[in-house]
DNA sequence: GGATGTGAACGACTTCACAGCG
DNA sequence: CGCTGTGAAGTCGTTCACATCC
């Protein structure tokens, strides 16, 4: 799922231990068990107790690490402030994002009282919809906004992300208009593939794709066994 | 994520091409596109529109297609209700799945209200929560019941998959009562890893991962450009 | 000609294994 | 000793390239 850019060979200096698409996935997961373990007063860390958690070798944490610089004590492991602090500052986390949140339905909803993303530092500025019932509500205190006023809203709170929640039809367009509008990430929600520029962010999640996923792995699973007989 | 099973090397007869997890990844996608084409009158598709509606190249198209037996026409391409109904046959989306959904929050609305799931052939026959408050109430026409009764709905509506959107904390103890109950899939939006024996299949969907994610490859793109000059 | 199926090359990610340091 | 950092090996997934067939 969504193919990105990320520079085709742009690597000027060369060398650069580089930094693979899948240690990315893993950042913000090492973050959280982090956060939690510090604030069960636990110093330090070791990279197989991190591999434990996430469910992986050590070696790779340790690999992913690295990438943070050489914070490891040998014979001793990550003292866990430091490295939460380097992954919050390699991440991008260690400030506010604004984002905005198109299409507002029950997903959006979820998504707005989902306590986590405050927390992390993410912070909603704007709604957005085309139903003209919707426009002109407010949900948690927030505004719903005719589309029109995107780009307003994006120039004038200095937002960088966009969470696209509309149906598949109008996600290419909103996502156009977003872009369009000067935004660095989309957040896509909607069952549909979106070109967007290489300059533009893009990370896809398809909710029905992940059940039908399950379904088969389950499906793959009754075979096998009836297979083996 | 999802570190599953699949059976370590119980390849029996050994020699089967082989099914990797990526290419089961794109099934779904293949189904929806050829779904929507056939509605719009296609009757036969290339491996290389395949490849471009899902952002991929066409000779792994082939590849995935493969799996499903010899389909494809030498100079023709695919006939695409051939392709759809060997697809719904390996997917296992041929028959309705009944499903379960624990922790009834926004996310749990959001999903039952999803259009997406019932028209692809999963049937939601049971809501849970923990919170009193909650039970007895309900919605959509479903009741909400106590997590008491989630071995016995389970059985009696032969339930195979569960939702799983609770808090991280009781995440965990939630799948272990649907795993008691005889459960064969579970799909987790808590963010944790949750540990469940071989023979259950897992997905996890981590929303605030996503988000996070997308935070930093924006980060990481400013800093590149940054870098540059 | 035009599209498939597939071995072989390639590239990305993971694991191994071990030197090196506190 | 224990645990890190990392080259080397291994595994998995993707792309290339081309023989093959309608």
Known sequence: MSKHDATPEANGAAGEP?????????????????????????????????????????????????????????????????????LRYRLGVDH???????????????????????????????LFDADPQKVGQKIDGLQIHSPEKLAAVIAAERVDLAVVAVPAAEAQQVADALVAAGIKGILN???????????????????????????FLVHLAQQESTDAR
Do not use: C
């Not at 996430?54 to 014979?75: E, S, T």
């Not at 984002?99 to 306590?115: D, K, P, S, T």
């Not at 979106?194 to 399950?214: N, W, Y």
């Open 189 to 215: 929600f909607a069952p549909t593939l979106l070109r967007v520029p290489t300059h533009v962010s893009l990370i896809a999640v398809d909710l029905a794709v992940q059940l039908e996923q399950l379904a």
């Open 96 to 126: 506010t994002w604004n984002a905005v949140l198109v299409g507002v339905g029950n997903l959006a909803r979820a998504l707005l009282r989902y306590g986590g993303f405050a927390q992390q530092g993410f912070r909603f500025v704007g």
């Open 18 to 86: 580089r930094l693979s698409r899948a240690s990315v996935q893993r950042f913000s997961l090492y973050l959280r068990h982090l956060e939690r373990w510090k604030k069960e007063g636990l110093e330090v860390v070791s990279s197989s107790q991190l591999g434990d958690a996430l469910g992986i070798n050590d070696a790779q944490v340790r690999k992913d690490l690295a990438y943070l610089g050489n914070l490891g004590q040998p014979g001793i492991g990550y003292y866990t402030q430091e490295l939460i602090s380097a």
